[in-house]
């Protein structure tokens, strides 16, 4: 009886350390594209920014201009809008969201035509990449 449990033993050893060793020498699996910050993250970054040197430090190139973050977006592009300051007409003047993962950043909206465009452009990507200047 002995014998038997040991042959056994040995038979299932003999069947699984191949498994085993099979195991071992796969690779390891990469990274997605699917890492890396959501948009969420990204537009909060931009948001605070936008909020802190655009609107609240009185900057004369957007003194005109009010920010309306939407950032709990059900559509999966959270994004913050500039529509003048006291006027009765929502459209917005800029637009900036983003989308994905690895979150893309697009902006656009009748103030990417203006002189400020590349301001914008600037400040947004370096919020983005975690900077906090003005």
């Known amino acids: 009886m002995n014998e ?4 056994m033993r040995s038979a299932l050893l003999l ?5 085993i ?5 796969q690779s390891k699996p990469q990274p997605s594209a699917s890492h890396g910050p959501s948009p969420l993250d990204i537009m909060e970054k931009v948001a605070v920014g936008a909020n802190r040197c655009w609107i ?4 004369p190139a957007f003194k005109a201009y009010a920010m309306a973050p939407e ?7 959270p994004r913050i809008l500039l ?12 637009v900036v969201q983003a989308e994905g993962r690895p979150a893309r950043l697009d902006a656009f909206g009748p103030m990417m035509g203006e002189p400020v465009s590349s301001r ?3 400040d947004v990507n370096r919020w983005a990449r975690g900077g906090k200047d003005c």
């Open 21 to 25: 060793a099979l195991a071992s020498c």
């Open 56 to 59: 609240k430090s009185g900057d």
């Open 120 to 122: 914008i452009t600037s």
């Open 4 to 7: 038997k449990r040991f042959s």
């Open 83 to 94: 529509v003048r300051k006291g006027s009765g007409d929502i459209r917005p003047l800029l």
């Open 15 to 19: 069947a699984v350390f191949p498994l």
């Open 71 to 77: 950032l709990n977006s059900f559509s999966g592009k």
